[in-house]
């Protein structure tokens, strides 16, 4: 069984208590988009949340400073792990599995 993934970061966030809604706005929304940014760039725990929702594969919204278009050429960049065997692969787009034959969750 795998350890559970260390959380404590997020009570150390700048969001924290914020309405949930203020990072989610609305597409074309660049004063809510940036309003959000702005809190994440005072934020001391800024880089765990990025890498948390690019692992998470979190698609929409404001985290780690980033929208969800920015983390995913950031996942892009940075390779992909697949969840099943932890290899490292790069894609065009985020994959949910692995294309190595090996893996047991490999994409035929």
Do not use: Q
């Given at each position: 069984m795998s350890a559970a993934p260390d959380t404590a970061w997020l009570d150390l966030a700048e969001c924290r208590g914020a309405p949930a809604d203020l990072f989610f706005p609305e597409r074309g929304d660049n004063?809510?988009?940036?309003?959000?940014?702005?809190?994440?760039?005072?934020?001391p725990v800024v880089s765990e949340c990025l890498d948390d929702a690019i692992e998470s594969?979190?698609?929409?919204?404001?985290?780690?400073?980033?929208?969800?278009?920015?983390?995913r050429l950031i996942a892009r960049k940075?390779?992909?792990?697949c969840p099943f065997c932890g290899d490292?692969?790069?894609?065009?787009?985020?994959?949910l599995k692995c294309e190595k034959s090996e893996c047991e969750r490999a994409a035929y």
């Amino acid at each position: 069984m795998s350890a559970a993934p260390d959380t404590a970061w997020l009570d150390l966030a700048e969001c924290r208590g914020a309405p949930a809604d203020l990072f989610f706005p609305e597409r074309g929304d660049n004063d809510g988009v940036a309003e959000a940014k702005a809190i994440c760039a005072t934020c001391p725990v800024v880089s765990e949340c990025l890498d948390d929702a690019i692992e998470s594969r979190e698609l929409f919204g404001i985290r780690g400073g980033k929208s969800g278009r920015e983390r995913r050429l950031i996942a892009r960049k940075r390779g992909t792990r697949c969840p099943f065997c932890g290899d490292v692969f790069h894609s065009e787009v985020l994959r949910l599995k692995c294309e190595k034959s090996e893996c047991e969750r490999a994409a035929y």
